[in-house]
């Protein structure tokens, strides 16, 4: 089994695109806190979204935001700019739930 729940906070630098088959992805930073016995820690976890779960994200994710997400952990090879052969490991997003409400524009 390969499933993956997360609570976070959104990284505010969200990479929205679309790939040459015309397919939405998002990729993005989850921090997530969590406490060992000395003190307070937190993990950026590295997460990427598809289609139309990637086009919400993009349009309701701005950064700071919580969010619950569920999805399974993924693992791939890339070739880095320096020819070297790296591993990336990432959470592929299946469901995301947003645990507060966007900041209201205030006005100028």
Do not use: Y
Not at 6 to 12: A, I, M, R
């Amino acid at each position: 089994m390969n499933k993956v729940f997360l609570v976070g906070s959104l990284s505010p630098d969200l990479d929205m695109r679309v790939t040459n088959s015309g397919k939405a992805v998002c990729s993005f930073s989850l921090t997530v806190a969590f406490k060992t016995r000395v003190r307070e820690e937190m993990d950026a976890i590295d997460c990427v979204a598809w289609d139309t779960l990637a086009e919400l994200i993009g349009q309701e994710g701005e950064g700071g935001r919580r969010v619950a997400i569920e999805g399974r952990l993924h693992t791939r090879q890339l070739e880095g700019v320096d020819g070297q052969r790296k591993k990336v490991t990432e959470v592929v997003v299946r469901d995301v739930e947003f645990l507060d409400k966007p900041e209201l524009a205030r006005p100028g």
